[in-house]
């Protein structure tokens, strides 16, 4: 097999790979919609998606709706979502989203970019989550695992999100970003650890640019 030699080429091969190893990929943050999806992408930051998926039940059952959320006791949200750490700032983002939604989108997630990285919490990792995996529209998160994953790959000498994100873009076919974005993720959690990548069981390590195999 002829192995890609351009950083859009190992990102090609890379999806196409991946998919295959993959197949069942999917966000692992529990949601029933968008609203519930923006909460739970909230509370991700610094946490598991395992932790999170433990404490938002007890949130989404004491607050199934933005309008109910606007109105929070924020000491109630500390509480409910203190296991997730750094519960006072989360608790105040929460209720400001749910604020955000209710005063200007009509108690709806607003699907435009440009106005959920308005909405507080919400910056484009966090909207870029929503969009792919809630919404089915164009979106590629990108976080920690991304961010070293398009490094390790050769993708990109990028280290900011933002630029990350960009560059990946113009590689992969919009349709296939949020994708592309969930199975690195995976990847990066189940074989390209951030302390030692398993290069042995990767997939892709016959054209990584990084990956270390012994010989013999």
Known sequence: MAKPRSPKGRAKEALARLDLEYPDAQ??????????????TILSAQCTDVRVNQ??????????SPE????????EVEELVRSTGFYKNKARSLIGMAQALVERFGCAVPSA?????????????????VRSVAMDLPGLPVDTHVGRLSLRLG?????????VEYVLDDMIPPAD??????????HGRRVCASRKARCVDCVLADFCPSASIPSG
């Open 68 to 75: 109910d959320l606007a109105v929070a006791d924020p000491l």
């Open 155 to 163: 993708l990109t000498t990028e280290t900011d999100p933002v630029k």
């Open 177 to 186: 970003w949020g994708r592309f974005s969930l199975l690195l993720i995976l």
């Open 27 to 40: 966000c692992e943050l529990d949601h029933r919609n968008p609203y519930e999806l923006l909460a739970a």
């Open 113 to 129: 970019m440009e106005d959920l990285v308005t909405v507080p919490g919400v910056g484009r990792k966090t909207a870029n989550v």
């Open 55 to 64: 404490v938002t039940p007890g949130l989404f059952a004491r607050f199934p």
